[in-house]
């Protein structure tokens, strides 16, 4: 039975990891660390990291950005394994992540959703055909008003996978109100909706002459999230050092 220790154990998708977590015959939350160690979780809950005793083989983060520097640090120092879900990192702290992953495994995903991570490949042989076809391609993602990064992280993974298909060679557009121009053919535009409660909605349009081919995507729960999570530690747990991500979960 793979041991985890829940990073952000009280935040909305920590309890609902921890939900999931006490359902699941293959893993086990033996230590829970957050803030707010008020909460009742069934297992014990610390303010920091320093002060878990608990034997664990992974470490699940749904926190902050403002606590993955320190997380890092332990990490790399007490050779956990880590399954990073903290999204809106700074290039200074992806760049951290990667120097981290040199000596302890870490898994860093833009969106942990199982189905997410099949679309990313979809898109990707899709534009290998399409785009270079001559279609055009647009990606819309829709979240909770809330949510305080824009465009999505799974958006701009999404936009990565496409232009990985096409070598690198398009750029990303992600406001057009000040242009007065024809679209490049070769732009990929990324548009962002913020309202209500949508938990999330990616959609990659392909849009050529007289056709429009679209993949789409809806989150109805954050428990899609949760599922993944709980798969990315179970894949984790014992790996060498590297940096992996949910494409090696799901083979």
Do not use: W
Request: negative net charge.
């Amino acid at each position: 039975m793979i041991k985890i220790i829940m990073h952000g154990c009280n935040g909305a998708m920590g309890q609902v990891i921890s939900r999931l977590a006490a359902e699941d015959e293959g893993c086990e939350i033996v230590a829970g660390i957050d803030l707010n160690t008020e909460a009742k979780n069934g297992y014990p809950v610390y303010a920091s990291l320093e002060e878990c005793t608990e034997a664990a083989d992974v470490i699940v983060d749904f926190a902050s950005m403002k606590a993955v520097d320190h997380l890092l640090d332990y990490c790399k120092e007490t050779k956990m394994p880590v399954v990073l879900c903290t999204t809106g990192l700074t290039k200074e702290q992806i760049e951290k992540v990667e120097e981290t992953a040199k000596t302890v495994a870490v898994l860093r995903s833009a969106n942990m959703s199982l189905g997410i991570n099949l679309l990313l490949k979809l898109v990707k042989q899709a534009a290998e055909v399409l785009a270079a076809s001559g279609f055009d391609m647009e990606i819309v993602e829709k979240h909770h008003n809330q949510k305080k990064d824009a465009p999505s992280g799974t958006a701009l993974a999404l936009a990565d996978s496409l232009n990985e298909a096409m070598d690198q060679t398009y750029t990303y557009v992600y406001d057009r109100s000040m242009r007065h121009e024809k679209r490049d053919k070769k732009e990929i535009g990324i548009s962002a909706v913020r309202g209500g409660s949508i938990v999330g909605e990616h959609d990659v349009i392909f849009a050529g002459t007289d056709e429009v081919v679209t993949f789409s995507h809806t989150a109805y729960s954050k428990a899609i999230f949760a599922k993944g999570a709980i798969s990315a530690a179970k894949f984790l747990a014992g790996k060498e050092p590297g940096l992996y991500t949910m494409q090696d979960v799901i083979g």
